[in-house]
C-alpha cells in the first residue's frame, strides 16, 4: 500500500519561508521512476497545480503563481520529495498535498496522479 505523508506546514507572516515534505511508503523499489508534484487547495476553490519534477529531477515545471518563489526537490535515496517556498504571500493560503505518479513524463493534471497524501496547512497572514 502506497501513503504520502506530507508535514512542514504552518502559520507564516506573509514574506516568510516554509518547507514541506512529503515521504512516500511503499514504493521503494520504484519512486525513483515516479513523477511528483505539489498541489493545493483554498476554501472554496478546485484543486490547483502548483509543481512537478519528474524522477531524474531532470524536468521541473512550476505554476505561474510561484513561479521564482517556490522549488522542488526530491531525494530518491529517502523516497521523499520537498517544496521550499519563499516569499510567501497571503494567497498562497491553503491545504498543500503531495502526489505521486506512475507516469515517467512530467504532467501537471491531478487526474493523472495515482497516489495523494492527507494534506497539510498553509496559513499566510498579512
Known amino acids: 500500500q502506497v501513503q504520502l505523508v506530507e508535514s512542514g506546514g504552518g502559520l507564516v507572516e506573509a514574506g516568510g519561508s516554509l518547507r514541506l515534505s512529503c515521504v512516500v511508503s511503499?514504493?521503494?523499489?520504484?519512486?525513483?521512476?515516479?513523477?511528483m508534484a505539489w498541489f493545493r487547495q483554498a476554501p472554496g476553490q478546485e484543486r490547483e497545480f502548483v509543481a512537478a519534477i519528474t524522477k531524474n529531477s531532470d524536468e521541473i515545471q512550476y505554476a505561474d503563481a510561484v513561479m521564482g518563489r517556490f522549488t522542488i526537490s526530491r531525494d530518491n535515496a529517502k523516497n521523499s520529495v520537498f517544496l521550499q517556498m519563499d516569499k510567501l504571500q497571503p494567497e498562497d493560503t491553503a491545504v498543500y498535498y503531495c502526489?505521486?505518479?506512475?507516469?515517467?513524463?512530467?504532467?501537471?493534471?491531478?487526474?493523472?496522479?495515482?497516489?495523494w497524501g492527507q494534506g497539510t496547512q498553509v496559513t499566510v497572514s498579512s
Open positions: 511503499g514504493r521503494s523499489l520504484s519512486f525513483n521512476k515516479d513523477t
Open positions: 502526489a505521486g505518479s506512475l507516469h515517467t513524463i512530467l504532467i501537471i493534471q491531478p487526474g493523472e496522479y495515482d497516489w
